[in-house]
């Protein structure tokens, strides 16, 4: 098969391109937004913007040139989100589509990673239980994905368990081989502090950590049912992570 790879450089295509060994890899180069596509049999997609301009025009360009799209959208893909969109306009088009929806990437807690080798993380709702996913095994489904076609599948994709924030920082402290403490951040300071950061999803981040105190994030077995092994576990991606920190 010849594979167009989105995003071949950044964390999940990196993972991914190997996993294509036995195919006709086409690293995608440039700007989406200006690209002429090669023709393939099949394209791993990602939209790295936080609107949907120029995607139309993208998403029609690529339904000429292949069949099947695996678009790496996420959990919380609503209809007005980002990801909500791409998912419509792919629909709209005669492209056959998978949708990757993870939850978040296990690398979002390297944003700690100064306070980390300061020993103490100061952050809201270290209650909050998050499925983080090992971007190695959204690689492995995208390629099962690719490779066998789930046309018309939506696979929710997350780590084998929620792991509360506070625990996150004591297994990358295990990983690091220092102990490193958890201090709970009020609210009010963390928006202050997350605005320059976050900017107008401040909030809905928050409400949606605040959340998971009392009910965790989902946690699905799509890894396992879709790849034939367990997805690692948070404690596991810390360790293969740790000099990241
Ligand atoms: N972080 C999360 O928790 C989370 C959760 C759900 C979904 N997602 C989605 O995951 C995607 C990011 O995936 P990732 O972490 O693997 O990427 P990443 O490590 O953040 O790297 C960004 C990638 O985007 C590509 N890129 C940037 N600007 C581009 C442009 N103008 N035209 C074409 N490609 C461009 C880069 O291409 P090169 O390789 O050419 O440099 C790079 O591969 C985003 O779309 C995000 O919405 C993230």
């Not at 292949?66 to 492209?95: K, N």
């Not at 020993?119 to 090992?134: K, M």
């Not at 293969?240 to 920190?245: G, H, L, Q, S, T």
């Amino acid at each position: 098969m010849k594979i167009l790879v989105v995003g071949s450089g950044g964390t999940v295509g990196r993972a991914l391109v190997p996993l294509l060994h036995e195919h006709d890899v086409v690293r995608f180069q440039g700007d989406i937004r200006d690209a002429e596509f090669v023709s393939a049999d099949a394209v791993f997609l990602l939209w790295p913007f936080f609107t949907p301009d120029g995607a139309d025009a993208v998403i029609d360009a690529l339904a000429t040139r292949t069949g099947h799209v695996v678009y790496l959208s996420s959990e919380s893909a609503t209809p007005a989100s980002v990801w909500g969109e791409i998912e419509a306009r792919i629909r709209a088009t005669r492209l056959e589509w998978t949708f990757l929806r993870p939850t978040g990437f296990a690398k979002n807690t390297l944003i700690w990673a100064d306070q980390i080798r300061s020993g103490v993380v100061r952050w809201p709702f270290g209650q909050a239980a998050r499925s983080l996913i090992d971007e190695r095994d959204l690689a492995a489904v995208a390629a099962r994905a690719l490779t066998e076609r789930h046309a018309g599948a939506t696979h929710v994709i997350t780590g084998p368990e929620a792991v509360r924030q506070a625990e996150q920082v004591r297994l990358i402290g295990e990983a690091i081989g220092m102990p490193v403490r958890w201090e709970e951040q009020p609210r009010d300071a963390a928006r202050d502090a997350l605005v320059p950061v976050f900017g107008d999803a401040t909030d809905a981040a928050l409400d949606t950590w605040e959340r998971f105190i009392a009910q965790p994030e989902t946690v699905t077995d799509t890894v396992l049912t879709v790849t034939g092994r367990p997805a690692g576990s948070f404690r596991a991606w810390a360790r293969d992570n740790a000099d990241a920190f």
